[in-house]
């Protein structure tokens, strides 16, 4: 039963995410005893919230630390076994028995005693790293240990993985969580922000008044409404965040990958966003039957802990014609990052609307100092209306850009989100009216600003119709090569070293990266073989039409000069879009690794089984910089928006393949 634990734990483990965990480094050291004993030391340091095991595991527990030495060439003999530290102890919930287990930076030790010189003893330690959900399955790493013979007795020699490289390895895995870190508290602070615009719609707020009287008459001391409020407001939270839940327990982080490629998922997505936008905008009125409501109210009125939980689900229901293309468009957005994303989502986005409505319930009172229904609602509703019409052709982008159609190019989009948010500005300076708008006999000082800022937002927009990056939109807009003019008009080129002076001097199957003139294949083979020709190491690319982070990249992180410069001259860049709809000719037709039986037919799923089988990761950007043999020469890198790191890694890997 143990066992079959273990392996559910690690099944768990391998599917449920689409980066390969690394939360141990090992790292080594040697220390001289005497002119023929040494100490051998192994030191893992384990990421925070993780544990090693010990080498001594009672039967049917993990799988025990083990070290293996190489003495195939008989020049030392072990003295005494492995020592470890003394860790501590825990009764294991999931191997129900005591099991010694090690955190954070634990040392293991080997005597040895050489029988002749050697200048290195080489190693590898088998073991298992689990944290309170879940472990990963058993990991070999090879051990080098350098034995300085001039060194005195008592002196350490330099961990042999301590290294500039390992250093910088270690940085930009620092940097790829905490950009990852950074990407889910994004999405938290944008759905927190979705919710509290969502209490200032006309289905949200008119509920506010219902909230009180309901409470006013359940709660009859002071004690008793803040904890029914507190109820209500978690009750509420409940409900968003289980939606979060079940889009990704159902869909999974590849699928939802895959599904925010999906031409007919991002078409059929817009369709609804400008169905929502507008209804937003007053052309008719989205709600759901009104069996579901009173069916709802009917329960509601029971009273207790039943009746709160069915007022927030009340609230839910009847708020969802204002609450549901918000929810709708946060969900694909969260859940297309996969992971935790749609949960934190959902959260955020609950808890902005659980915490004023938990306040009126707790003290009813409250609801006197609030502004009155009027016309501003109606204005709230409108400005979110705009919005959707906005992030509407963000999906249909996508799709177009997967198909490689043109249809939608970047001074399309470009003049589209200018028209959008221009005419926003003249409804907000009441220069357009609707026809549900109360008359406006004056702007209010908090319209005439939001106003200001969307008609400041909508100038900035302007230049890049003449090829300005917009990088404050960067992942928004299609990428400045998909588009009429990429270099701008007047076909002004960028400095930053130039590899190829002409289009007419490019090699068979590369072409120029815009408005940088950086060269690039989209051919394997062909730049590969490049490669060979001229000499220089290959970057692999893996990206995609519709990959948000690698417009980001190339947009804010490429131009930097020093970064510009080695893309530019000293590596072939091969970029491999996984979301490549085109079909693959005729000879390029396989059998799938991954799914076995089914032949792969798209380009995109050429490339995107090449990341996953070769270099056991799935998501966009990935970046591989590799030799002629096409063996690593770093470890990869994903999503790094720090142009320090990023160019440092570049430079290490370059410096890997001239040594």
């Not at 384990?46 to 025990?64: C, M, N």
């Not at 909230?211 to 709660?219: D, G, I, N, P, R």
């Not at 003139?517 to 290959?538: E, L, R, S, T, W």
């Not at 530019?568 to 390029?588: A, F, M, Q, W």
């Amino acid at each position: 039963m143990k066992h079959l634990l273990l392996v559910l734990l690690f099944t768990f483990s391998l599917t449920s995410f689409s980066q390969i965990l690394d939360p141990v480094k090992w790292s080594t050291t040697v220390e001289k005893v005497s002119d023929t004993e040494y100490k051998l030391i192994s030191t893992a340091n384990v990421d925070i919230g993780w544990h090693l095991y010990s080498q001594f595991v009672p039967e049917g527990g993990p799988i025990p630390t083990t070290f293996i030495y190489d003495n195939s060439e008989e020049t030392f003999s072990l003295e005494g076994n492995t020592t470890e530290g003394e860790g501590h102890v825990i009764d294991d919930p999931v191997f129900e028995m005591k099991i010694k287990l090690f955190e954070g930076e634990s040392e293991f030790v080997q005597l040895v005693k050489l029988s002749q010189p050697v200048k290195t003893i080489n190693g590898f330690v088998e073991f298992m790293v689990c944290d309170d959900t879940r472990c990963l399955p058993p990991t070999e790493v090879e051990l080098e240990f350098v034995i300085d013979e001039s060194a005195t007795a008592g002196t350490k020699a330099t961990a042999t993985e301590n290294t500039q490289e390992k250093k910088l390895e270690n940085t930009i895995e620092a940097t790829e969580k905490a950009a990852s870190n950074k990407g889910l508290w994004s999405i938290f602070f944008i759905a927190f922000l979705s919710g509290f615009a969502a209490l200032l719609t006309p289905c949200v707020f008119p509920m506010i008044p219902m909230t009180v009287s309901f409470f006013t008459k359940q709660s009859k001391t002071k004690a008793a409404g803040i904890k029914n409020a507190v109820i209500y407001g978690v009750s509420i939270i409940v409900i968003y965040v289980l939606l979060g839940t079940a889009v990704t327990g159902i869909f999974g982080a590849s699928a939802l990958n895959a599904l925010a490629t999906n031409v007919w998922f991002n078409i059929i997505f817009f369709i609804l966003l400008v169905v929502f936008a507008t209804s937003f905008l007053g052309a008719f009125e989205i709600v759901l039957p009104n069996s579901w409501a009173n069916k709802v109210d009917s329960q509601a009125d029971r009273g207790g802990l039943v009746g709160i939980f069915f007022m927030a689900l009340a609230l839910a229901i009847v708020s969802f014609s204002c609450t549901g293309p918000i929810v709708g468009t946060l969900l694909v957005e969260s859940a297309s990052k996969g992971g935790l994303a749609p949960i934190i989502g959902m959260f955020g986005f609950s808890l902005a609307i659980a915490l004023p409505f938990a306040l009126f319930a707790a003290f009813p009172g409250w609801l006197n100092s609030l502004p009155k229904s009027g016309g501003w609602l109606n204005t709230v509703k409108v400005v979110l209306g705009f919005l959707e019409l906005a992030l509407a052709f963000k999906f249909l982008s996508q799709a177009d850009l997967v198909l490689q159609t043109h249809f939608l190019e970047r001074e399309v989009f470009i003049a589209i989100w200018i028209a959008i948010f221009g005419t926003l500005a003249f409804y907000l300076f009441g220069k357009i009216q609707l026809p549900h708008d109360s008359p406006l006999s004056h702007i209010s000082v908090g319209r005439l600003s939001l106003g200001l800022i969307v008609l400041s937002f909508t100038i900035y927009m302007i230049p890049g119709l003449w090829g300005a990056p917009l990088n404050l939109i960067s992942a928004f807009p299609p990428p400045q090569e998909y588009s009429e003019s990429p270099y701008g008009v007047g076909f002004s080129k960028l400095g930053g070293g130039a590899s190829v002076a002409t289009h007419a001097e490019l090699p068979d199957g590369a072409h120029l990266l815009a408005p940088h003139d950086i060269m690039a294949f989209n051919d394997y083979d062909k730049g590969v073989a490049y490669a060979k020709q001229v000499g220089k190491p290959i970057m692999l690319d893996f990206t995609g039409w519709a990959c948000v982070n690698c417009r980001k990249m190339e947009q804010n992180v490429w131009p930097e000069p020093g970064v510009l410069s080695i893309l530019k001259n000293d590596v072939v860049l091969i970029s491999l879009y996984v979301d490549d709809k085109r079909p693959l000719e005729e000879g390029d037709v396989v059998e799938s690794q991954l799914k076995p039986g089914k032949k792969l037919k798209y380009i995109g799923q050429k490339w995107s089984e090449l990341q996953t089988v070769k270099y056991k990761s799935n998501s966009q950007p990935f970046y591989v910089i590799i030799d002629h043999d096409e063996e690593k020469l770093i470890e990869p890198v994903a999503y790094l928006p720090d142009a320090t790191e990023y160019q440092k890694w570049l430079e290490t890997g370059i410096s890997n393949f001239k040594e």
